[in-house]
């Protein structure tokens, strides 16, 4: 069994999928694609061996997100959760600065991926090296951006729709935005709307999986 649950803001995915098994007895319950505790929306999860095993697909899929990016600063961990470094000098942008700077990153682009995430280097997470002040030197990767569009800009915020391919940090994106505008710039919020065909109208709260499976 494979279904969309909405998480909010707090738990981790692990958080989700252990609550999930718990509730379950499941022996083996699995996600795709994992949140960050900042993060809300669509966690799609595999309850027992095969829907489990059938994940790797669902991470593949195309993903759609609402991101908040705060302009003017900039942030340790690319995210609300990290030191902030205020920037000095800098024009705000106006409008048709923005648009046009978010376009270069539609597309097959060079992602170069959050030196606090959970990417492995020679075996451990890249993040656990960050925190003891051992940041690794993380490379780029090819990732996709299949459409950025701007909801709403007023200064120093910025909400954006994207819709991308596997792979892809959001945060790392803010932060891209922000070198490209010149002004510093990371993810003050973000929620995850869709993963394929799960979307955040047709998943399923946490309060409700104890009746789901009752």
């Known amino acids: 069994m494979i279904i969309a649950v909405y998480k909010p803001k707090g738990p981790t995915s692990n958080d989700v999928v252990q609550m999930i098994k718990k509730t379950t007895g499941a022996n083996k319950v699995g996600h795709a694609g994992t949140l960050d505790p900042l993060a809300s929306g669509v966690l799609v999860v595999g309850i027992g061996r095969e829907s ?23 942030s340790e961990t690319d995210d609300e959760e990290g ?20 376009k270069k990153f539609i597309g097959r682009i060079r992602q170069i991926p959050p ?6 280097i020679n075996g451990r997470e890249a993040y656990k090296y960050a925190r003891k002040g ?21 200064w120093p915020f910025l909400k954006i729709k994207v819709t991308t391919g596997p792979g892809v940090y959001i945060r790392s994106l803010a932060r891209d ?9 990371y993810l003050a919020e973000l929620e995850r709307t869709r993963v394929g065909q799960f979307t955040k109208d047709y998943s399923v709260k946490l309060k409700d999986i104890p009746k789901l499976f009752s």
């Open 115 to 120: 030196v606090y995430s959970a990417i492995k």
């Open 52 to 74: 489990t095993k059938n994940l790797s697909e669902e991470v593949k899929k195309e993903k759609e997100y609402i991101a908040l990016v705060k302009l003017g600063e900039t």
């Open 177 to 185: 935005i922000g070198n490209e505008l010149g002004t510093g710039g």
């Open 83 to 102: 030191k902030k470094t205020i920037v000095q000098k800098y024009e705000q942008p106006d409008k048709s600065i923005v648009t046009e700077i978010t």
């Open 134 to 154: 051992k940041a690794p030197e993380m490379k780029p990767r090819e990732v996709e951006i299949k459409s950025i569009e701007i909801l709403e800009y007023k």
